[in-house]
């Protein structure tokens, strides 16, 4: 079946510094892809997506390019804020064969950015 | 922007009681879902519901578990029987078509003691 793999945190960089989650994927077929993030006591928002290979997606300065050849999908970020600060989750949308567009998520990255 | 709002936002119950959890979508929504998150672990897909009835569920989603909309807004996730595995954030998803973005609550979390 689908699943999405993503890196282990939790991971603490300070501020300004460049930030690298590393995403892959198993799935049949052509999924999107999309990173949503959550911060502290709120629910999951939608970072940005790409629905087909070689899309970037980006939103509030982070990237990530869907990547077929290698099954990727790693967000980056040049220079982080304090207020970057949440929880990180990579998914994929199977959407075919009947799948109904149900996302599969990793198991979230904890990204902490110190002043 | 619109919420997808989401009550209690922390549930403890016993062992084998019932619980139900309660979502509020977006009000011009028409796709519903449950998602859960035990600690440490992936999110995971429940259920999807569309058009009054269940479209999609997963293993997970036996008999213990039902959704119901019973007014047009509100979108219950009711679990039978509690097990101690059942502790977990759960989370509501709402969006208007299938290609449209998906919005999440803030998740109620459930300790089942």
């Known amino acids: 079946g689908d699943s999405v793999t993503q890196m282990e945190g939790p991971v603490t960089l300070s501020e300004e510094a460049f930030l690298t989650i590393n995403c892959t994927y198993t799935a049949t077929g052509y999924p999107s892809l999309f990173w949503y993030v959550q911060y502290p006591g709120e629910g999951l928002q939608l970072l940005l997506k790409?629905?087909?290979?070689?899309d970037k997606g980006s939103n509030k300065g982070f990237e990530a390019t869907y990547r077929k050849e290698t099954t990727s999908f790693h967000l980056e970020k040049g220079s982080v804020q304090v207020s970057d600060s949440a929880v990180y989750f990579c998914a994929l949308s199977a959407n075919s064969g009947g799948s109904n567009y149900k996302l599969t998520f990793g198991k979230g990255t904890l990204l902490t950015v110190n002043p | 922007e619109p919420e997808v709002t989401q009550t209690p936002s922390h549930q403890v119950t016993q062992m084998g009681q019932e619980v139900i959890l309660r979502c509020v979508p977006i009000?011009?929504?028409?796709?519903f879902y449950w998602y859960r998150q035990i600690l440490g672990q992936k999110v995971e897909f429940l259920v999807s519901?569309?058009?009054?009835?269940?479209?999609?569920k997963s293993e997970i989603f036996d008999d213990q578990f039902s959704v119901e909309r019973p007014d047009g807004s509100n979108f219950t996730l009711k679990i039978r029987s509690t097990k101690l595995e059942d502790s977990a954030m759960y989370f509501c998803?709402?969006?208007?078509?299938?290609?449209?973005?998906?919005?999440f609550g803030s998740g109620t979390q459930l300790s089942v003691l």
């Open positions: 519901f569309y058009n009054n009835e269940i479209s999609e």
């Open positions: 998803a709402s969006r208007r078509g299938l290609n449209e973005k998906l919005f």
């Open positions: 009000s011009n929504h028409l796709y």
């Open positions: 790409a629905t087909k290979a070689d």
